[in-house]
């Protein structure tokens, strides 16, 4: 962190969303992280610079500036889009300025001329400089990269490929055919700003409500949206609702084809770092790149996309002059915040406050600024008590093993060798290492207990040979305790684990020793948003993402130590985890509700002591769920635990262990308050255990 400097803490720019706090003034005023910021991204990363369409003729070019480094494109004889360094060979002059169409390009200080292919066809009085050969003398060519119509160029010779840069761009975008749009307007503001702080801005929600409370908030039906974070800093939001760019939010244009039959607030926003934000609305396409000129200076360009209708037809001054009526609003409003910003970036009374939640898209792009500079980082979680939670989290294991049954191949950790058997089962996108605080103790007592990789999950098999419905999974943990050679099997099993364990429990009766359910799925219906809600971030895989999953889901985040996020972050990006994950977000989005197990639990109530563990604070399986459940389950107990969320065996596995001991010995469970938390019901009947 020297670039910085030492009284510079980073560290909490680097926590999780509920914890973390923004950066430091010197991000944005210190100039020479702004000369690592050239150096690191600007001289090295894919750029959008324009589009092919106003280069539409031979010979038509545009000059322009990465930073400080002069650039040309131009359409050559062939029709090709070339790029340059828009220096002349013999003293650097700029060879052209602007926009215009030229049959050459001749340097304005000595008369040096260039073919539009970038060879040097004239260099007057040269012909007696010895060794100089005009034929080898061209203008430096940059690399290109089209797509969608847009022009992108580097200044890196050997950048990443460009299919790759753009490819989760291209998976999100590429259904809008932005080849067939046209520009309607083109702006270039300069601005008294680190250039960071207009990317931000773009993707900063929260501010709306506010700054924006007279123009685009009045049209916005929420703030509170969903991001779907991805590799590289990139930044999406899939969908949200609100009103076109319009005095009334109404759509004033044609629609873009690709988007007829969507609603006409359909909105979606992205990212594509380093400098680019883009947006989109049924009539239009909206796009601006932030360019730094100095430390505390920018220049934004934005390219507003309609139609061709729209804007070969006769309504386009109607509506180009509205948005830009109601663009020169908001910006206004956008421009006096920045600014602002960037006043304050360099007071030595500033102190970074904390961040909202409505501020991931925002934290991960300063995160990503940050790595590619200083170097990377990962998440910072404080408390030495945290980490050493974390630590005894991923305690080693007795003994691994592979098991194939009912048509998986999964991974048990097994703690002691003797007793009777205690299977484990965890929660969607975990594995069995989330029990390596409570299962080893529970070992000890005499117990053979095994945390087994659900099929889909950890180090188990993966990939579309797996039913992973109710019905499969219950075939599974059929065939898994025949395999392990025991009549009958306590069985512990948190969040979605649990509802496949009910599922087993109902059809086979007697196997089951005792059913403990934690934060389980499967006692009420889950709703249409959080059915689609999980289905999403099945699809978000990427380490962020999953870390920032894992600490919502408990009420302490540093729990969840660094290395259980990586294990988790592998397993769940091996070979055939994204089709297992694919398969399970359908059965949730498709079936899961018809698979509800409540009446049945009702129905076979007493056949074997029902345990509930669940955290008051709950809020991916509420608690209310669990209340009303064990009031209508004969025979079942509620362990209700304070200040815990939906991990109980990672973030009180001490309460965990206690209370699943007493359970497997067939100790009452006298309701009323104990240890961290309540018996809310003292219906436990051990006399029915088989």
Known sequence: MSLLGADCDLDPVFRDITLACHAPGALYSDPRLLEAEVREIFHKDWFCVARSEELPDVGDYFAFRIVKEPVLLCRDRAGAIRAYANMCRHRGVEIATGKGRASQFVCPYHGWTYDLDGRLKGAGYMSDSQGFDRAQCRLPELKVGLWGGWIFTTLNPDPQPFAEYLADFEEKFAYLALETLRVGLRIDVTLKCNW?????????????????????????????????????????????????????????????????????????????????????????????????????????????????????????????????????????????????????????????????????????????????????????????????????????????????????????????????????????????????????????????????????????????????????????????????????????????????????????????????????????????????????????????????????????????????????????????????????????????NDDMQLEPLIAVARSWPLLLIWGREDATVPYADAAAAAKRIPGCALFALDRTRHVPQLERPELVRGILSRQLRGEPLPAGPIEGGEIVSSTLDHTAAR
């Open 196 to 592: 960071k702080l207009m990317v931000e801005n773009f993707i900063d929600f929260y501010h709306v409500n506010v700054l924006h409370r007279d123009t685009i908030a009045r049209f916005m039906k929420t703030v509170d949206l969903a991001y779907d974070l991805r590799r590289n800093g990139q930044v999406y939001v899939d969908e949200y609702d609100t009103g076109t760019l319009s005095k009334s939010g109404d759509l004033t244009a044609t629609r873009i084809a690709a988007l007829e039959g969507k609603s006409p607030r359909f909105s979606q926003a992205a990212l594509l770092p380093p400098n680019m934000n883009f947006f989109v609305r049924p009539d239009y396409i909206s796009v601006y790149t932030s360019w730094p000129l100095t430390v505390d200076s920018m220049r934004m360009s934005g390219v507003i996309l309609w139609s061709r209708d729209t804007v070969e037809g006769p309504n386009r001054d109607r509506v180009v002059g509205e948005f830009k009526h109601m663009l020169d609003k908001v910006m206004a409003e956008d421009f006096s915040m920045v600014e602002s910003l960037q006043n304050t970036a360099v007071s030595s009374g500033f102190c970074p406050g904390r961040m909202s939640r409505l501020e991931r898209g925002v934290q991960h792009f300063i995160k990503h600024s940050l790595n590619r500079v200083l170097g990377e980082r990962t998440a910072v979680h404080g408390a030495v008590e945290g980490r050493e939670r974390g630590a005894r989290a991923m305690s080693a294991a007795v003994l691994q093993y592979p098991l194939d049954a009912g048509g998986a191949t999964v991974r048990v950790v097994q703690h002691g060798s003797a007793g009777p058997l205690v299977l484990f089962l965890h929660g969607l996108g975990s594995h069995a290492d989330a029990w390596s605080q409570v299962a080893p103790a529970l070992g000890a007592e005499g117990r053979r207990c095994l945390a087994v990789d659900l099929p889909g999950h950890g180090l188990s098999s993966k990939g579309p040979g797996f039913d992973y419905t109710l019905d499969g999974h219950v075939r599974w943990l059929a065939a898994l305790i025949e395999a392990l050679g025991e009549p009958q099997v306590h069985v512990v099993a948190s969040s979605l684990g649990g509802l496949w364990a009910a599922g087993f429990a109902m059809r086979f009766p007697q196997r089951i020793s005792s059913l403990t359910l934690i934060g389980a799925l499967g006692l009420a219906t889950l709703t249409a948003e959080r059915r689609r809600w999980t289905a999403q971030y099945l699809r978000e895989m990427d380490r962020e993402s999953i870390a920032d999953r894992l600490r919502r889901a408990v009420a302490e985040p540093a729990v969840i130590d660094e290395n259980f996020i990586e294990q988790t972050f592998r397993m769940n990006n091996s070979p055939g985890a994204g089709e297992a994950f694919a398969a399970l977000g359908r059965y949730y989005l498709e079936r899961i």
